[in-house]
């Protein structure tokens, strides 16, 4: 399976400001997504990433709150801007792999607080 | 939309005692079926899946898991826990020919040594 890292581990961020977190993987990879686990609750899918391609978004997520780059196939990165203490969650990146076609990895998130 | 539903929010075990978690899914087709585990401090790892074939799959350390279609139902076993076992499960799902996974809430074991 594939080994993800992100960037930063976790931050603790000032509201009306924006992080910026990575998501590296080891081997090329062609379909990434980002998921968000809020406080006591499940992961949620944000959007889907491709390279070469705009990231598709789930219901209730928009490209201007969460913009995405995929500039190639070992790396993403997601924005989360203009934050809110709603935004306090975990973000994990995945990527598809292992020996089922529908195999999900997950990064080891990154813990996002906001005051 | 595919929604999951794990039945129990949080398990309380003794070590050698047996393990059951439940799981539903909604959804009309065809889905491809996962149980992860997140360890105390550590990332989501894949513990098992289902993808077609015999509906009884067997995971990593010790864990399985039976496929009842009538049932829309994915339990996941394990005959005798270990202290080690304490971590949260979730259960998830995607359609046959999409990536996306939707998860279930999760449940907390925890295992008494």
């Known amino acids: 399976s594939a080994v993800i890292s992100q960037k930063p581990s976790r931050d603790i961020c000032q509201r009306g400001t924006s992080l910026t977190i990575q998501c590296q993987v080891d081997s090329q990879v062609t379909m990434m997504f980002w998921y968000r686990q809020q406080p006591g609750q499940s992961l949620t899918l944000i959007a889907t990433?491709?390279?070469?391609?705009?990231?598709?978004?789930e219901s209730g997520f928009v490209i201007d709150k969460f913009p995405i780059s995929r500039p190639n196939l070992t790396f993403s990165t997601l924005t989360v801007s203009n934050m809110s203490p709603e935004d306090s969650s975990i973000y994990l990146c995945?990527?598809?792999?292992?020996?089922?076609?529908?195999?999900?990895?997950f990064g080891p998130g990154t813990r996002l607080t906001v005051t | 939309a595919q929604s999951v539903s794990q039945h129990n929010h949080h398990v309380i075990l003794s070590e050698a005692a047996s393990l059951e978690l439940g799981c539903n899914y909604s959804?009309?087709?065809?889905?491809?079926l996962f149980w992860y585990v997140q360890y105390p401090g550590q990332h989501l790892q894949l513990l098992l899946k289902?993808?077609?074939?015999?509906?009884l799959v067997k995971g990593i350390k010790g864990f399985e898991a039976e496929f009842i279609k009538s049932k829309f139902s994915f339990n996941l076993r394990k005959p005798s826990v270990q202290w080690s076992d304490t971590a949260e499960y979730f259960c998830?799902?995607?359609?046959?020919?999409?990536?996306?996974?939707?998860f279930g809430a999760g449940t907390t074991v925890t295992v008494r040594a």
């Open positions: 289902y993808f077609s074939g015999d509906p």
């Open positions: 998830a799902v995607n359609p046959i020919n999409d990536y996306k996974l939707s």
């Open positions: 990433a491709n390279q070469g391609s705009e990231a598709t978004y």
């Open positions: 959804y009309g087709g065809t889905v491809n």
């Open positions: 995945s990527v598809v792999g292992g020996t089922g076609p529908y195999e999900q990895y």
